[in-house]
């Protein structure tokens, strides 16, 4: 893999904590506009594969390519000025700010600035940033107020306000019945149609197969399959992986 396959991409990322290979020689790209799923069963590496790419920890060994540049450890706030963001798996809003001023602290304000204008101020632009995730009717409550399908929304609202191109969503679906995961999938689906790239990791396949283009799955580390969503399901390997989980 090299700078150019991709909006992002990895090459031979790796990632040891001590004796723990918790991302071993993991290669992929990720394409402009659509929604690439990241599966894998719990501790396979994911939260690690974003920390790496996002400059939370630097990697171990391998390479990062954002936009066609290297950005192998570069710092999270550089990432999120060249248009990354992310959301959190163990998101902790601010608890005395309410959901649109939570939304509101997060808007950076050159991005906002050159991408819509002075439009009213960050405050307008929060607002509307809430009606977008699904919170227009919440933005006025407190955060603990908000039933969990409604915490990931806000989640997405904040890495939202940085306006950015490529959103990393970790593990959105935990803990989410059947409807808030077609209601978040709805979505991500709409900003994937707006021209958002997304990558959306899930521990449990079948909630995310019905959202992604194509989808990467790893355990241990590694990379062991990749596809479309009935290539991952027929895919001998993963249902190994998967078996007893
Ligand atoms: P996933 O997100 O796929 O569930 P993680 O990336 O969180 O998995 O973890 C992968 C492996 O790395 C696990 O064995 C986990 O215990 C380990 N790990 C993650 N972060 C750290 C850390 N900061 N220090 C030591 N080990 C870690
Ligand atoms: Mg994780």
Redesign the pocket.
């Known amino acids: 893999y090299g700078p150019d396959d991709g909006i992002l991409v990895t090459d031979g990322l790796t990632k040891r904590?001590g004796g723990?290979v918790?991302v071993d020689d993991l290669s992929f790209a990720v394409q402009e506009q659509e929604i690439l799923g990241f599966i894998?069963p719990?501790?396979?590496?994911?939260?690690?594969t974003f920390n790496c790419i996002t400059g939370v920890y630097p990697p171990s060994d391998g390479t990062v390519w954002y936009r066609g540049e290297d950005v192998t450890g570069t710092p999270f706030h550089e990432m999120v000025a060249g248009g990354m963001a992310r959301t959190f798996q163990s998101f902790r809003p601010l608890e005395d700010r309410t959901v649109v001023e939570n939304v509101q602290i997060s808007l950076v304000p050159n991005k906002l600035f050159s991408t819509s204008g002075l439009r009213g101020g960050t405050r307008a632009r929060a607002v509307e940033l809430c009606e977008r995730v699904g919170l227009g009717e919440s933005m006025h409550k407190m955060p603990d107020a908000l039933p969990h399908a409604d915490m990931i929304r806000l989640e997405m609202g904040r890495a939202m306000a940085t306006d950015p191109d490529l959103l990393l969503v970790d593990e959105p679906f935990a803990g989410l019945a059947g409807q808030e995961v077609e209601g978040l999938s709805k979505l991500m689906t709409e900003l994937r149609d707006d021209g958002m790239t997304l990558v959306v990791v899930d521990?449990n396949m079948r909630g995310l197969l019905s959202l992604i283009d194509r989808a990467i799955v790893i355990n241990f580390g590694s990379k062991i399959a990749e596809g479309t969503p009935d290539e991952i399901r027929n895919d001998k390997t993963v249902q190994e992986a998967y078996l007893g989980s």
């Open positions: 904590f723990l918790a894998g719990n501790g396979a590496g994911k939260s690690t521990h």
